[in-house]
């Protein structure tokens, strides 16, 4: 049980463009999904809490415009990297907690997606 | 402000031999602790957590962790290293949002390498 997927696993992209990247809770209901950023041999970094129905919370430094996140369903978080730059090249890794969470809850991490932009 | 330091970027050890990955945690309330476990190119597996009651916490894999409060430290611990266990480690503390759910604060991780 506690299954989150990703997809893609990997995307390559031109400068420019947009890449979307979901995030789903497969045997269960997420009321807050989160997204993370991590680089080459380095911790993860938190980007955004996602809670279904209402807008993200980013933290500091991220630019809410740049990383569109969408939590539209209690199953489906997505996010939009928009007008990619070679240095938004990293791996996102979103994770989920289920409906009833609270502080012990556990944090279900999907499988991540390597983002390449030329 | 919640914070984690785990000590030690790499830790090598031989096959059969104990494993002790270190986390200490700063935290202004009873905190709730975690570690993940990262293998390349992959999400994070949680290996166990500790949230009230007991402090010593088995985990998967053999893996297990002991909450000191006094130490303000989490480490991680296994008898007997396999080479499966090679990976990156993640300790963690939680902190509740005002909005339900939980906020993860990471450690820098822990590369544990496992010789012949």
């Known amino acids: 049980g506690a299954v989150v997927s990703q997809h893609p696993s990997r995307v390559i992209c031109k400068s420019g463009t947009s890449v979307k990247i979901e995030c789903r809770s497969l045997?269960?209901?997420?009321?807050?999904m989160f997204w993370y950023r991590q680089f080459p041999k380095q911790s993860l970094m938190l980007m955004a809490t996602s809670n279904e129905g209402s807008k993200a919370t980013y933290e500091q430094g991220v630019e809410k415009d740049k990383f569109l996140i969408n939590h539209a369903s209690l199953t489906l978080s997505t996010l939009t990297v928009t007008s990619a730059h070679p240095e938004d090249s990293s791996f996102y890794i979103c994770?989920?907690?289920?409906?009833?969470?609270?502080?012990?809850?556990?944090?279900?991490f999907g499988p991540g997606t390597r983002l390449l932009v030329l | 402000a919640q914070s984690v330091t785990q000590l030690g970027s790499h830790v090598s050890v031989s096959e059969g031999a104990l494993v002790l990955l270190r986390c200490n945690y700063s935290?202004?309330?009873?905190?709730?602790l975690f570690w993940y476990v990262q293998y390349p190119n992959q999400g994070l597996q949680l290996l166990l957590k500790?949230?009230?009651?007991?402090?010593l916490v088995k985990g998967i894999n053999g893996f297990e962790a002991e909450f000191k409060k006094s130490e303000t430290s989490f480490h991680l611990t296994k008898p007997s290293a396999h080479m499966s266990d090679a990976a990156e480690y993640f300790c963690a503390v939680s902190e509740a949002l005002t909005g339900g759910g939980n906020k993860l604060t990471f450690g820098t991780g822990t590369q544990l390498k496992v010789e012949l």
């Open positions: 935290s202004s309330v009873p905190p709730y």
């Open positions: 500790y949230t009230t009651g007991a402090t």
């Open positions: 045997d269960f209901q997420a009321t807050t």
């Open positions: 994770s989920a907690s289920p409906l009833a969470g609270g502080p012990k809850e556990t944090q279900y």
